[in-house]
């Protein structure tokens, strides 16, 4: 199910799976969520929700890694990696 975010997501923490802050949502751009990534995010994650290196420092959250919204955060789905379990694995280009 698709969730359809707002500017009032605006604020929000971004969650993994696993209930680890990954974020915040810093801006609304056409639709998209911007998310600023905590600076102990590891690039492996990064990947995984095929966010790349830009000139900025926020990532455009698509809303098909989004498992459910609720009033403090956004939280994502637990199988973003393609079905891979391992660090190994989550290296490996997905095709996300």
């Known amino acids: 199910m698709a969730h359809q975010l ?4 605006i604020g929000k923490t971004v ?15 056409h639709g998209t969520a911007h998310v600023e990534a ?4 590891t690039d492996t ?3 995984k929700l ?3 290196d830009t ?7 698509q809303e098909s890694a989004i498992a459910r ?3 403090d955060a956004i939280h994502l789905r637990d199988d973003l990696g393609g079905g891979h379990g391992t ?3 989550m290296g490996r280009d997905t095709g996300l």
């Open 6 to 9: 707002t500017e009032d997501d």
């Open 15 to 29: 969650v993994n799976a696993n209930g680890e802050s990954i974020g915040i949502v810093s801006a609304m751009q």
């Open 38 to 41: 905590d600076p102990g995010m």
């Open 45 to 47: 994650i990064k990947a």
């Open 50 to 52: 095929g966010w790349e």
């Open 55 to 61: 000139d900025e420092d926020t990532y455009p959250l």
């Open 69 to 71: 919204v609720d009033d």
């Open 87 to 89: 660090d190994q694995d």
